[in-house]
């Protein structure tokens, strides 16, 4: 699979960032319209960022700024705020929203739909950055994953949205990463990713979509490697090493 610099792409494209998650890269801020106001919308996961950082105050961003938390209780429930169920004010120059249950792919979209529309209406360039399509497979089927993402990177195509979707490579198999990527119009890795990415036909994307069932992707666990056991020296290699 051939991949890109994120300064090579044109927006608007959909595009997926291979990235492994603990590295930071300046990528995610270079997949960005450059030029005009901008509406960004960044869409987490609670369970992948427990020390979120305070919302940033309106006069430091230089446009619309959208904040949709998956996977939050921000909406109902003991303690949570009285205003958190009414609907997102899009005039705002900062928009929160969440969706509690990160199962809910359907809600997902239409959260993310809601923020591209009013942002569109306003003539808006829109930016996505989903982080990540990992967070989103450890609780859900990969082929219902993989249809989510093909419906909404149509809905940010129709609403010309430049968006970018983080994935790990680590946490799954090859070919899970070969079929994700054709849905895409390019692929970008950063210096984490030295080796080159699997490439999947459409015959193997179709037998790969026949053979997923309807429970999520067992993540691959990180190979640690077994040190050899430490010889034990003698009491002559002892008094050599002292004498050196």
């Not at 929160?96 to 993310?112: L, N, T």
């Not at 990992?134 to 940010?156: E, I, M, W």
Request: proline fraction near 9%; include cysteine; glycine fraction near 4%.
């Amino acid at each position: 699979m051939e991949s890109h610099p994120p300064t090579a792409i044109e927006p608007p494209a959909n595009v997926l960032f291979v990235q492994e998650t603990h590295c930071e890269s300046a990528a995610c801020d270079e997949l960005c319209h450059e030029d005009g106001p901008t509406a960004a919308l960044t869409v987490s996961f609670a369970d992948g960022q427990p020390d979120q950082p305070d919302h940033p105050e309106p006069a430091a961003v230089s446009g619309k700024v959208g904040l949709l938390t998956i996977g939050t209780l921000l909406n109902g429930g003991e303690g949570s705020d009285p205003d958190a169920d009414r609907d997102p004010d899009f005039d705002d120059p900062i928009v929160v929203d969440s969706v509690r249950d990160p199962s809910d792919i359907s809600e997902i979209g239409v959260a993310i739909s809601r923020f591209c529309k009013h942002w569109s209406d306003d003539g808006e360039q829109i930016t996505v950055c989903f982080d990540s399509l990992d967070a989103l497979l450890r609780g859900t089927p990969p082929k219902k994953v993989f249809q989510f993402a093909h419906v909404l990177t149509d809905r940010l195509e129709s609403a010309e949205a430049y968006a970018h979707f983080h994935f790990d490579p680590t946490h799954h198999d090859e070919r899970i990463i070969s079929t994700f990527g054709t849905i895409f119009d390019t692929v970008v890795t950063d210096e984490s990713i030295d080796e080159p990415l699997p490439e999947a036909t459409d015959e193997e994307v179709e037998r790969l979509l026949a053979e997923w069932t309807d429970e999520p992707a067992a993540e691959i666990e990180p190979t640690v490697p077994t040190p050899e056991p430490a010889s034990e020296a003698t009491d002559e290699e002892i008094a050599q090493r002292l004498e050196k």
